[in-house]
Nanobody, 123 residues
């Protein structure tokens, strides 16, 4: 059974940093895509950063250069290092996984989701 548990969210001021972690179990990292997604109140869930089974990464346009996704091919957990945070980054952040993917930022491709961790950035 796939399980994804996020942690590391919190409240920070603009310009600050946070590191999110996703503890994953029940599947092989070497065959699965994983990603970080976020959802702000009243908005659709969007892809923030994704990494495929070959460890190729991609980022959403709004976080490029500020966020870094990382994982070892065989080890837990999945991380999201977030720097230069702004109020626009506020939202619930979710970790997700799927066996194989075409686009590691596309919400509809992912099957397994964590419960999320809240990130709040104040100005």
């Amino acid at each position: 059974q796939v399980q994804l548990v996020e942690s590391g969210g919190g409240s920070v001021q603009a310009g600050g940093s946070l590191r999110l972690s996703c503890a994953a179990s029940g599947f092989s990292f070497s065959t699965h895509c994983m990603g970080w997604f976020r959802q702000a109140p009243g908005k659709e869930r969007e892809g923030v950063a994704g990494i495929d089974s070959n460890l190729s990464v991609r980022y959403g346009d709004s976080v490029q250069g500020r966020f870094t996704i990382s994982k070892d091919a065989a080890k837990n957990p999945l991380y999201l290092e977030m720097n230069g945070l702004s109020p626009e980054d506020t939202g619930m952040y979710y970790c997700a996984a799927v066996h194989g993917c075409w686009n590691a930022l596309r919400v509809s491709e992912f099957m397994h989701w964590g419960q999320g961790t809240q990130v709040t950035v104040s100005s």
